[in-house]
T-cell receptor, first 113, second 112 residues
Framework: NAGVMQNPRHLVRRRGQEARLRCSPM?????VYWYRQLPEEGLKFMVY????????ESGMPKERFSAEFPKEGPSILRIQQVVRGDSAAYFC???????????FGQGTRLTVV | QQQVKQSPQSLIVQKGGISIINCAYE??????FPWYQQFPGKGPALLIA?????SEKKEGRFTISFNKSAKQFSLHIMDSQPGDSATYFC???????????FGQGTRLTINP
């Protein structure tokens, strides 16, 4: 039973480019969460999705960031026109229908140069 | 009110000793308090969790102590081992809300 799968593990983008981060939840999990971790800091909630629905996006920056979790395929976190301040580790987590225990992927480390 | 404050930022403990990490919160609507362990380059892994209807939960060498009136909870690692060296995060979530609010993290080093 594979865990939460994120890819790519490392992503380098130049300022102004787009970054696409992918997350496949654990088998049987229908809830997906995205968190951002800046160096030496804790994780900050960004968005919570269920299949085809955004449930809570209170932690998402108002511009350039978007997320989706389509009926088929992985959840995608998209960052348009990246800036140096977007450099961080982005973690995806998933949980089952009871939505109590969340399991995290290994993260995507985004570096903007 | 959404914050969870964690201390200390870093902690060094001798092998075999007890590691203690503390967290405090303000929002009394929080009703689920997990602890996560994170190794460098890895994602956080759920270690142990507690709800406010119990004052203590123990799993192996790991114990959560919960003080509802003081709005504080702590992680105790008994007989600490070098393999426990990692960053530990406390977190909290509210009933009906799925997102976790994380503390700032504690970098634990266990000296052999």
């Amino acid at each position: 039973n594979a865990g939460v799968m994120q890819n790519p593990r490392h992503l380098v983008r130049r300022r102004g480019q787009e970054a696409r981060l992918r997350c496949s939840p654990m088998k049987g999990h229908s809830h997906v969460y995205w968190y951002r971790q800046l160096p030496e800091e804790g994780l900050k909630f960004m968005v919570y999705l269920q299949k085809e629905n955004i449930i809570d996006e209170s932690g998402m920056p108002k511009e350039r960031f978007s997320a989706e979790f389509p009926k088929e395929g992985p959840s995608i976190l998209r960052i348009q026109q990246v800036v140096r301040g977007d450099s961080a580790a982005y973690f995806c987590a998933s949980s089952g229908s009871r939505a109590i225990e969340a399991f995290f992927g290994q993260g995507t480390r985004l570096t903007v140069v | 009110q959404q914050q969870v404050k964690q201390s200390p930022q870093s902690l060094i403990v001798q092998k075999g000793g007890i590691s203690i990490i503390n967290c405090a919160y303000e929002n009394t609507a929080f009703d689920y308090f997990p602890w996560y362990q994170q190794f460098p380059g890895k994602g956080p892994a759920l270690l142990i969790a507690i709800r406010p209807d119990v004052s203590e939960k123990k799993e192996g060498r790991f114990t959560i102590s919960f003080n509802k009136s003081a709005k504080q909870f702590s992680l105790h690692i008994m007989d600490s081992q070098p393999g426990d060296s990692a960053t530990y995060f406390c977190a909290a979530s509210m009933k009906g809300a799925q997102k976790l609010v994380f503390g700032q993290g504690t970098r634990l080093t266990i000296n052999p």
